[in-house]
């Protein structure tokens, strides 16, 4: 009997939760970080200040939640599925751009709130942190796998190509070329694949290339 009373009222609370979030993407993107408090995005839903506070304990509990959120709502896992899936690093770093061109312009918005205030709000501060701590693994493993397939051209090393993948996830980048020049994203995807490819792959016959590391 409990089961059958819980149910709907943890369903409920996770419509709540849901809304509660997608009021506070809207809020960023249309006003900025600096407009974000819980009574604006209480309004926004339609309900008191409690009711937010029952879902998050802070605005800094809301603003880490997002995170997660922006991951469900745009497929941020099915897009990087694809690039673990490759057959081989150079393939991953094909589907890598293309990855960066299906998902960072759904999340432009935010991740451009977020930036502008990072450096005197501390929530946005986290938040970016998380963010840049997630892409840098994952440019890492990129990094590393070309390198161990013997496909990381010189001289990068895997600190360095990791560095490099980063500085090109780029919301300035996002911006100015699909917004301001009209590129697509099938345009964009395409042409930073073989922007990435011409300056990281080594050709099979490079003598200089990195060796993959020998069995330990």
């Known amino acids: ?13 996770r419509r ?15 006003r900025g970080l600096e407009a974000l408090t819980m009574g604006e995005v209480a309004e926004r839903v339609g309900v008191s200040r409690r009711g937010i506070y029952l879902h ?7 603003v880490t939640a997002l995170f997660d959120y922006l ?3 745009e497929g941020l896992h099915t897009s990087l599925r694809r690039v673990w899936e ?11 751009a293309r990855h960066l061109a299906r998902y960072h312009p759904r999340v432009l918005a935010v991740d451009q709130a977020v930036r ?15 963010t840049i701590a997630s892409q840098l693994a994952h440019c890492r493993r990129l990094a590393e796998w070309l390198a161990r397939e013997g496909r990381l051209a010189a001289p990068w090393t895997v600190p360095s190509a ?3 993948l980063l500085g090109l996830i780029s919301s300035d980048m996002v911006e100015t070329l699909l917004n301001e020049r009209g590129w697509s994203a099938d345009e964009f995807g395409d042409r930073l694949a073989l922007l990435l490819r011409r300056a990281l792959v080594a050709d099979r016959g490079d003598r200089n290339a990195p060796r993959p590391p020998a069995p330990a």
């Open 1 to 13: 009997m409990s089961r059958s009373i819980d149910a709907p009222r943890n369903a409920r609370s």
């Open 16 to 30: 709540t939760r849901s809304a509660i979030l997608a009021a506070t993407r809207a809020l960023l993107e249309e």
């Open 56 to 62: 998050f304990a802070s605005r800094t509990e809301l």
């Open 71 to 73: 991951a469900g709502e």
């Open 86 to 96: 490759s057959p081989d690093a150079v393939a991953a770093l094909d589907e890598w």
């Open 116 to 130: 502008r205030v990072r450096r005197h709000d501390a929530d946005a501060a986290r938040h970016a942190e998380r």
């Open 162 to 164: 990791t560095d490099m």
